[in-house]
């Protein structure tokens, strides 16, 4: 089935500690992003990329890094420099151009 | 600032009453309109969106919108409430030559039996 795969789950991270989040997709889109889901405040874009080995920042960009090396591939560094990490994560992706986005389930971290 | 609102945190609704949920925005140009769909702990869901033509959006699970240009508004509106209705709601914005939506900040949408 096609379709963008999140992992992990939940994640726990101790303060200071960088942290991967993992998004792929099979759905063949060029575009994928990452939002930060927070209550209350919807959902904020941290980086897009519309194509391999291009992106973009986002509103929400300090504290975080993304690279684009496959076109499958789009996974997300949440720094130290991230001062508060703690968020529900979602990956997506498109077609082009943020048309329909297709949701992953989504990341919690939670940092302790 | 380009930007999408909500205005209602939550709105009720009892069962088999038709819903609305309100979603207004500030963009230049011609924008592309969605609605998602949220389930606790889960990832959204696309409902529906407006490109251009016909006014009243018709998507999934037996919802629909309105796009009015004068009011830059575009609800989202059910004749007939169920219970399983019962999740987060986000409306969406594309501006114009744009790669990038922008969000709401989502309202709870209660059914109640």
């Known amino acids: 089935d096609g379709g963008i795969t999140q992992s992990p789950k939940y994640l726990f991270r101790k303060e200071g500690q960088n942290v991967t989040l993992s998004c792929e997709q099979n759905l063949n889109h060029d575009a994928m992003y990452w939002y930060r889901q927070d209550p209350g405040q919807g959902l904020r874009l941290i980086y897009y990329?519309?194509?391999?080995?291009?992106?973009q920042k986002g509103d929400i960009a300090e504290g975080y890094s993304v690279s684009r090396e496959k076109k499958e591939s789009f996974p997300l560094t949440v720094t130290s420099a991230q001062k508060n990490p703690t968020a529900f994560y979602l990956c997506?992706?498109?077609?082009?151009?943020?048309?329909?986005?297709?949701f992953g389930a989504g990341s919690r971290l939670t940092v302790l | 600032a380009q930007s999408v609102a909500q205005p209602e945190d939550q709105v009720n609704v009892a069962e088999g009453n038709p819903l609305t949920v309100k979603c207004t925005y500030s963009?230049?140009?011609?924008?592309?309109l969605f609605w998602y769909v949220q389930y606790p702990n889960r990832g959204l869901q696309f409902l529906l969106k407006?490109?251009?033509?016909?006014?009243l959006v018709k998507g999934s699970y037996g919802f629909e919108a309105e796009f009015n240009k004068s009011q830059t508004s575009f609800h989202l509106k059910k004749p007939s409430a169920l219970v399983s209705d019962s999740a987060l709601y986000f409306c969406?914005?594309?501006?114009?030559?744009?790669?990038?939506?922008?969000f709401g900040q989502g309202t709870t949408l209660q059914v109640k039996p």
């Open positions: 990329s519309q194509i391999v080995n291009d992106f």
């Open positions: 997506a992706s498109s077609l082009s151009g943020a048309n329909v986005l297709t």
């Open positions: 407006y490109i251009t033509g016909d006014n």
């Open positions: 963009v230049s140009g011609n924008p592309y």
């Open positions: 969406a914005v594309r501006p114009d030559y744009t790669g990038k939506l922008i």
